[in-house]
C-alpha cells in the first residue's frame, strides 16, 4: 500500500444481499448510500471488491487511470462467450476493434442513416403494435427496436426467420448469467442456473452471424457487416468479425430496448411529466410520420429521456480489474482487486444531485449540465471505453417514443411497486405487461 494510502472501510455485503434477494439492487443501493461516495470494500466473503461512486473517483478509474482497469473477472469473464475479443474487450483488440468501428458511429455517419431509422420504425409500430392487446414490455420494446437495428448492422444479408432467432437468444444471453454477477467467487466447473440456457444463446446467435458473414463476403453493402468484412479483409478474421458485431449488436439493442422499457412505467407514476411529453409531441409531430425534422423541436422529451437515463442507466454495473496497485480517492487498492463503478449509485449522489430520488426531467434544462461534474451522469460509461452507440441512442429513442405516442397512449398494468430486477443490465421486472389504447 502506498505510504499516503488508507485502509478502506469494509462494508459486509452478504447479509445484504439475502435480505434483498428478491431485489439484489437494493443491497447495492444500501452500500452506496453507506459509503456516501467514499471508497468501500464489500464482504462477499471470499470475493472483497471495491466500491466507487464519487464522480472524481470514477474519472481516476475510467480516465485518469484507465490503462490500469481492465474489463476482466466478476461480470466480464461470464460473457466472454457471448463478447469475444471484441469492442467490449482489452488491450490491443480492444483498440484495433475502436479503430474499425468508431468511424461507423460517429454523429455525421448515424444521422445519415437516421431517415431510414425513421422510417424503419414507423412502419414497425405501424404493423406490430395491436391496439387494446396487453403485451409484455420488455418483450414488445425489443420487438420495435431489434429488426431496426439489425437492418442497420446486416442490411439484407439476414432472413426474417433469423431475426426472429437472434432477438430471443440475446435476450437469454444478457438476463441468464444474473445469478454469476452477485456470485463471481464460484467457479465456473460449478454449474448455476442459467449456464445451460446461455450456452444454447450463444449457439444461435453464431448459426445466425457466420453465415451472413460469409454472405458479406460476397455482396457488397454500406450495413455494418459488409464495412466490418472490408475492414478486415487481410486478417482472415470470421471470429473478430464476429466478436465485433454481437458485441455492438448486442448492446445497441439492449441499451435501448432495456430504457424503453422504463419510459411507460415512468410516464405513468409522473402524470404531469406525461402530459407535457404528450402535449410536445401533439405539437410538433401532430398526425405526421415522425422524422429527423422533428428530433431538434422536441426538447422536453430529449430532456425526460436524459433522467431516464439518470435513475435507469442501462448498463448499471461495470466492473474493472486492477493491473497495478493505486490509489483512489485516498484508499490503497491492490493489484489484481475487482473494483466496480455503478452510474446507478453515483447518478444518486446527494452531494451532486438535487433530491436524487425525485424524477425530474427539467434538471437537464439547456445550460444545467455546465454546473454538473462531469464525472457525475455517465449513462454510457466514460473515457477511452465511452459507448459508440451514444449518437445512435439519441436518435432512436425520441423517434420510437415519439413514433407511439403520436398514435397510442399507454397503459401500464401494476400490480406491484415497479423495483429493477437483476439482469447485465437494469431491466424493468418480469411480467410487466401494458396495453396501447388509440389517441
Known sequence: MADN??????????GRLGRHHRVPVHALEEAGAEAGGRVIRLDMGPFRPYLVTHPDHVEHVLTVRQPNYVRAGMFWDPLAPLLGESILSDGENWADSRRILQPLFTARHVNAMAENMARIMDELIETTVVPGRPFDVT????????????????????????????????????TAKALRLVLPFVPHQVPLPGDRAFRR??????????????????????????????????????????????????????????????????????PEIAAKVYEEV????????VGIAHLPHL???????????????????????????????????????????????????PEFWDRPATFDPGRFAPGGDARRHRYAYWPFAAGPHVCLGQHLFALKAPLLIAGILRRYRPHVHLDRPIVPRLASTLRPPHGLTMTLEKR
Open 201 to 270: 444463446a450463444i449457439r444461435t446467435i453464431d448459426e445466425v452471424v457466420y453465415p451472413c458473414i460469409a454472405r458479406a463476403r460476397h455482396e457488397e453493402g454500406d450495413d455494418v457487416i459488409s464495412r466490418l468484412v472490408r475492414a478486415r479483409a487481410d486478417d482472415g478474421g470470421d471470429r473478430r468479425i464476429r466478436d465485433d458485431l454481437v458485441a455492438m449488436h448486442g448492446a445497441s439493442t439492449e441499451t435501448t430496448s432495456t430504457a424503453m422499457s422504463w419510459v411507460w412505467p415512468t410516464l405513468q407514476a409522473h
Open 282 to 289: 401533439d405539437r410538433v409531430v401532430g398526425d405526421e410520420p
Open 5 to 14: 494510502a488508507t485502509a478502506p472501510r469494509t462494508v459486509p455485503f452478504l
Open 139 to 174: 418483450e414488445g420494446m425489443g420487438a420495435l427496436v431489434h429488426p431496426v437495428i439489425v437492418r442497420l448492422f446486416f442490411g439484407a444479408k439476414i432472413s426474417m426467420a433469423d431475426i426472429d432467432r437472434l432477438a430471443p437468444a440475446y435476450d437469454v444471453a444478457v
Open 299 to 349: 426538447r422536453y422529451l430529449k430532456m425526460f429521456v436524459s433522467e431516464l437515463l439518470r435513475v435507469y442507466p442501462p448498463g448499471w454495473l461495470l466492473p474493472r480489474r486492477t493491473v497495478e496497485a493505486d490509489v483512489v480517492g485516498g484508499v490503497g487498492v491492490e493489484a489484481g482487486s475487482t473494483v466496480i463503478l455503478s452510474p446507478y449509485l453515483t447518478h444518486r449522489l
